[in-house]
């Protein structure tokens, strides 16, 4: 079966430092993959997608990047963090396909505190 | 453009009440539909999808959505409450787009389950 895993759970750092949140997903070959972001008591904001290796696709202009260096990894990352970075960052995964009715499935998340 | 709309952001139910949440969307086309839950600090979890057929679908812990297209509505039911349905709900439409699958969601909705 499909697992997918992010870390770290929880991070907290300063303004102005660099950020690497990881999410990697087992079981399945050439996923599509997502990084959203939770803001408090709101909804989901998609952040990237791709649908290959070294291909990604932003959705909003923002303080941060993803990369995707191997099939089923997945990575957000920031060289200097904003206040307004701090959130719920979720990374998911679904079947590649050009369609729409895959679901998509989700890691437990990290919890992203800016000092 | 697609969209989702879930008027209820907060609804307080008692256990072993009956619960309806409800859910609107915008779509041009047939479309695919989902509801996620999420628990506090935890990611989302898929509880039903709809793509054709029965518009009646049966999900996981108990739930039922009911598609109706001439109210462009999917609802999510439960018979009766448990105090561990306690979350955040989501409503989703999958769209189509040039290069992926995505899904778009709606802002959620808080159930609390009163004693």
Redesign the interface.
Known sequence: SQTIHQWPATLVQPVGSPLSLECTVEGTSNPNLYWYRQAAGRGLQLLFYSVGIGQISSEVPQNLSASRPQDRQFILSSKKLLLSDSGFYLCAWSVGSRTSNQPQHFGDGTRLSIL | AQSVTQPDIHITVSEGASLELRCNYSYGATP?L?W?VQSP??????LL?Y?SGDTLVQGIKGFEAEFKRSQSSFNLRKPSVHWSDAAEY?CAV???YS?????I????TRLSIRP
């Open positions: 695919y989902f996620y600090g935890q990611g989302l979890q898929l999808k793509f989501f999958g769209a189509l290069s992926a699958s995505k899904i969601f709606g802002s959620g």
